[in-house]
């Protein structure tokens, strides 16, 4: 782990801390102590990231408020001839499997379905859990910790709507496991294989 990696870190459970602690707390006292929490942990988060912390404020009252880490699910879509449906991600140009943040209201497949949908416009319906894997340890690029939630899903019987959040994607395309890009977006190679094992009936894999 490198210093910036460790200070992220650190700067995650203080974070935590902070969030937890302003959610629960009914004394004034104890919530200007957190509040002075949270602002270390956004200045430690700047240190880390190489952004000045102004340009974290944003994130205060969203991530920052937040206990516990930030839940994410992708869905692997998967169509009958075996083709994998990829992304081209417009924040960095690299190929990605569909996917984003767990809204409040919706199961971990749900979210799932509803990114794919917004990103490329295919109905999909989750059928198997591929993993749940931790940020820390698959290449993420986020320096905050989030657990992914990887789905195999198959294409719905429905027509190709245009993707409601198509600013997000530069191209979609369909893949065969041998023709997998090779510029992938940090952690979406290292899951790949768990996702074709889970396809193929093999258990879900889970950090240790």
């Known amino acids: ?87 081209r991600r417009a924040d960095n140009d690299l190929w990605a499997v569909p996917g984003g943040a767990i809204a409040v209201g919706e199961t971990p497949a749900e979210g799932a379905e509803r990114e794919a949908l917004e990103e490329t416009g295919v109905q999909c319906r989750a059928v198997k859990l591929a993993g749940v894997f931790d940020s820390r340890l698959w290449g993420s690029r986020s320096a905050h910790h989030l657990y992914h939630l990887v789905f195999v899903c198959e294409p719905v019987d429905a027509p190709v709507n245009a993707p409601s959040h198509a600013q997000e994607v530069h191209e979609v395309g369909w893949f065969c496991e041998q023709d997998i890009p090779a510029d992938l977006s940090p952690g979406h190679g290292e899951r790949m294989p768990y996702i074709w094992r889970a396809w193929r009936g093999g258990e879900p894999h889970f950090d240790r």
């Open 1 to 87: 782990m490198t210093l910036a990696q460790q200070l992220a870190l650190w700067a995650d459970r203080l974070r935590d801390v902070s969030a937890m602690g302003l959610h629960f707390t009914r004394d004034p006292y104890d919530a200007e102590h957190f509040r002075v929490v949270q602002q270390v942990a956004i200045e430690m988060m700047a240190a880390a990231t190489g952004e000045p912390p102004e340009a974290l404020e944003p994130l205060r009252e969203t991530v920052f408020r937040r206990p516990t880490p930030v839940v994410g699910a992708d869905a692997a879509i998967i169509d009958a001839g075996g083709r994998l449906l990829l992304i």
